[in-house]
């Protein structure tokens, strides 16, 4: 290999190590060539190592199981679970040496112990450690530039883990212990998890989306049709999904703010900060990142469908039909100033709200969060996330206007869509206003010191029998 003399770790002393790998598929072979590229030696054990050979390269060393496996101490275990009996002959020559269990299940908990654990029972013998599952054949194959660089390693034993430790890093992965053979299991799960962390939030989004969906249809399509018997269905793909977007985008920017005013209440109510949120806060309070981007990427389909609005075919008939009517009712001027100035506003204020979500979801990557301090994160994300909460609203107010005073726009008795979505935002808002007052706010700021209400905090000397008399008092400082 072309990248065998340029790796830094040539001639460290480690990588002279033999390391053996048992099977010749996929993994073994992508496995094979980064081993051999981090300058190891690497023995391959195959059951006809004659067809396989030419797969690997030449450096490897390609053979039949017991040979392999007699030359060296460290073997990774590249066959799947079902599999694992066969190895059964190799025993003998495998008692002492430390097996690397890689394999991945195709479910989620599918058999009762981990492969790993399942490995270790067949081979008394052996010490087994769990890794390298969490990466795939593709990423080996490219090297840890691409792809995830952490490699999850648990065992019962610490030097064997140690060692396959130090495999990882010469092959520039990131070994993470993590613990005991029990953590097997997790391990093995871990690829196959579906965005953990986003499942309620994509849930919640969806959810919005088919109320206001169903609700927008009624009125946009439904309504026309059964009071006047017209075809509307062509608004479906963009206006009905145009108002549903920002409804959605807007409610989920408040409720990325709601759980902190209600957890700032629960502090205030019971004054202290001392007692554990319940569950659902916890659990919304953690999920805020991922509603706020979700919120953040339909706001921005939001802007693209609004920019497309005056590009459609219908957009364009309506216009000539609102031309021909003008010139046969000889009107002449249709110049309404408060609408003109509505649109400017609304259109320009969206784009501001837009332009500070951005903001915040560029600082929500790692690398950048990274970069910033605490108080840099926490401005962007607590202050100018509630100064483009505060611009949505009046986004959607200019947008309103008076609209919802006005009785035709309601259908089926159904108001205008944007004042539904009010009612959250403004009650976030409303709140915070509220925490900002000076009272208020000193007593929050007391409380996240550590300040309880009905504790006094006093500080006594030891008594004469040298304990300190306990009690109702409590020292938080
Ligand atoms: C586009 C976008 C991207 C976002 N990206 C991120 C991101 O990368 N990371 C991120 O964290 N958020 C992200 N968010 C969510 C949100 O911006 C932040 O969580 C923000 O800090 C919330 O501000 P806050 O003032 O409401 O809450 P906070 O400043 O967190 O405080 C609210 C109250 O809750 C209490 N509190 C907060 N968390 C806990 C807790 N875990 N346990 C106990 N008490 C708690 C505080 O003491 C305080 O009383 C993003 C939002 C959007 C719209
Ligand atoms: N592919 C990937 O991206 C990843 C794979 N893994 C894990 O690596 C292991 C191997 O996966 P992969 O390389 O993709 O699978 P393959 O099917 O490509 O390779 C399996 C290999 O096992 C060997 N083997 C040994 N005994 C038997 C037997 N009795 N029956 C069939 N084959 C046997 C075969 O080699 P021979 O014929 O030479 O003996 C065969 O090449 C699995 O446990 C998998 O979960 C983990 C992470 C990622
Ligand atoms: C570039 C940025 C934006 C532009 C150009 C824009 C444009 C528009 C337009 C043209 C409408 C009227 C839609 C219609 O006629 O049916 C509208 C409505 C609306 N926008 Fe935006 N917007 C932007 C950003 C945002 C953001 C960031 C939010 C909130 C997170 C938002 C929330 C809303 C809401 C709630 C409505 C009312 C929907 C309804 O009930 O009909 N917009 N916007
Ligand atoms: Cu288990
Ligand atoms: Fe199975």
């Known amino acids: 290999m072309s990248r065998v003399s340029s790796h830094p770790n040539i001639g460290t002393g480690k990588s002279g190590r033999t390391i053996g790998v048992l099977g010749s598929g996929d993994f073994a072979r992508s496995l094979a060539i980064r081993l051999v590229c981090s300058g190891f030696k690497v023995v391959v054990?195959?059951?006809?190592?004659?067809?396989?050979?030419?797969?690997?390269?030449?450096?490897?060393?390609?053979?039949?199981?017991?040979?392999?496996?007699?030359?060296t101490d460290v073997i990774f275990v590249a066959v799947f679970r079902e599999h694992y009996s066969t190895l059964c002959d190799l025993a003998d020559v495998l008692a002492g040496k430390i097996l690397v269990d890689v394999s991945n299940n195709t479910e989620v908990n599918h058999h009762k112990e981990s492969n790993a654990e399942y490995l270790a029972s067949l081979f008394p013998a052996c010490t087994v450690v769990k890794g390298f599952n969490v990466v795939s054949a593709w990423t080996l194959q490219s090297g840890a530039r691409d792809g995830n660089k952490q490699v999850l390693i648990c065992s019962n034993n610490q030097e064997a883990k140690r060692t396959v430790a130090e495999i990882a890093q010469v092959m520039g992965f990131t070994p993470v212990d993590m613990g005991c053979m029990s953590s097997a299991c997790e391990i093995e799960n871990i690829p196959l998890r579906l965005l953990p962390a986003w499942k309620i939030p994509i849930l919640l989004a969806l959810g919005l989306f088919l109320c206001f969906f169903t609700y927008n249809l009624i009125r946009q399509v439904i309504h026309p049709y059964i009071?006047?018997?017209?075809?509307?269905?062509?608004?479906?793909?963009?206006?009905v999904v145009n108002t549903t977007l920002p409804c959605v985008a807007y409610v989920m920017l408040s409720l990325v703010y709601l759980p902190g005013?209600?957890?700032?209440?629960?502090?205030?109510?019971?004054?202290?900060?001392?007692?554990?949120?319940?569950?659902?806060?916890?659990?919304?309070?953690?999920?805020?990142?991922?509603?706020?981007?979700?919120s953040f990427f339909c706001a921005a389909l939001h802007a693209v469908y609004s920019l497309c609005l005056p590009m459609r075919r219908s957009h364009r008939y309506q216009l000539i039909e609102t031309a021909v009517k003008q010139v046969m009712w000889k009107k002449m001027n249709i110049w309404v100033e408060e609408e003109v100035w509505r649109m400017e506003i609304y259109i320009s204020v969206g784009i501001i709200a837009l332009g500070l979500l951005s903001l915040l979801a560029i600082t929500s990557l790692p690398s950048i969060a990274n970069s910033l301090n605490w108080r840099e994160f926490s401005f962007i994300q607590s202050t100018l996330g509630y100064i483009a909460l505060v611009i949505s609203t009046l986004h959607t107010l200019t947008y309103g206007w008076s609209r919802a005073f006005d009785e035709n726009q309601y259908k089926f008795y159904l108001p205008p869509t944007y004042t539904l979505t009010l009612l959250v935002p403004c009650t976030v808002i409303l709140a915070k206003v509220i925490f900002i007052l000076p009272c208020i706010r000193q007593r929050l700021l007391r409380i996240r010191r550590g300040w309880e209400k009905g504790r006094y905090v006093k500080f006594v000397l030891p008594s004469a029998t040298g304990e300190y008399s306990s009690g109702e008092t409590s020292s938080n400082v």
Not at 50 to 69: C, D, H, I, N, Y
Request: glycine residues 6%; hydrophobic residues 35%.
């Open 45 to 71: 054990g195959s059951r006809n190592p004659k067809r396989k050979a030419g797969l690997f390269p030449s450096a490897a060393e390609v053979t039949f199981q017991a040979e392999a496996v007699k030359k």
């Open 227 to 239: 009071r006047e018997q017209k075809n509307k269905l062509y608004k479906i793909p963009i206006e």
């Open 261 to 294: 005013v209600l957890a700032a209440c629960s502090q205030l109510y019971y004054g202290t900060k001392y007692r554990r949120f319940p569950d659902w806060l916890d659990q919304w309070l953690q999920h805020r990142k991922q509603i706020g981007l979700l």
